[in-house]
């Protein structure tokens, strides 16, 4: 059964520092999604991306996060310049095209530590 | 705005019986509603949706409009039902919104 893969599962860097999570989504799916979980808090939603575009970002991804497709199959989420409060379990999930079910696909979670 | 509250952290039941995870929502528009379901060291994975009306594992939700719930029931819960629940909304975009989250426990 096709699945969404993330990496790395768990990384660790120092405050200013750059990081890139990456996702590869189930294969025939077009929209995907970054939602992270600060440890005992709700899923929140970051953002979704549909057609080579953002279509829709929260609050939380500010000009810190970016998002990219830069090849047919994998998904980033880039930090620029992490801070202590972007510590969290960061997860990437992906839907079918049109209406399809609904379901969102997610991934185990790629677990980000900021020291 | 989209909001959905799972007013229970924590709930804990003994093995065989029933369970009720509450979810309230808030929307103005016709919403989707979920459940998610998070196994120990596994991923996020739909347990079921108000649309096919279906019952997964023996859990079944029922989408009450004018109380805006939509609580998740089993008559007899067994152990391996031991996990976190979330419920879900989608208004009109793709993406869902999650409540909270509630850690069922199953005592044996």
């Known amino acids: 059964e096709p699945e969404v893969t993330q990496t790395p599962s768990h990384q660790v860097t120092q405050m200013g520092q750059e990081v890139i999570l990456r996702c590869v989504p189930i294969s025939n799916h077009l929209y995907f999604y970054w939602y992270r979980q600060i440890l005992g808090q709700k899923v929140e939603f970051l953002v979704s991306?549909?057609?080579?575009?953002?279509?829709?970002k929260s609050e939380i991804f500010d000009d810190q996060f970016s998002v990219e497709r830069p090849d047919g199959s994998n998904f980033t989420l880039k930090i620029r310049s992490t801070k202590l409060e972007d510590s969290a379990m960061y997860f990437c999930?992906?839907?079918?095209?049109?209406?399809?079910?609904?379901?969102?696909?997610f991934g185990e979670g790629s677990r980000l530590t900021v020291l | 705005a989209q909001r959905v509250t799972q007013p229970e952290k924590l709930l804990s039941v003994f093995k065989g019986a029933p369970v009720e995870l509450k979810c309230n929502y808030s929307y103005s528009g016709s919403p989707e509603l979920f459940w998610y379901v998070q196994y120990s060291r596994q991923r996020l994975q739909l347990l079921l949706r108000?649309?096919s009306r279906e019952s997964i594992k023996g859990f079944t939700a029922d989408l009450n409009k004018g109380e805006t719930s939509f609580h998740l029931k089993k008559p007899f819960a067994q152990e391996e039902d031991s996990a976190m629940y979330y419920c879900a909304l989608r208004g009109g975009a793709q993406k869902l919104v999650f409540g909270q989250g509630t850690r069922l426990t199953i005592n044996p």
């Open positions: 999930a992906s839907s079918e095209p049109g209406q399809g079910t609904g379901e969102l696909f």
């Open positions: 108000h649309i």
């Open positions: 991306f549909y057609n080579n575009e953002i279509s829709e």
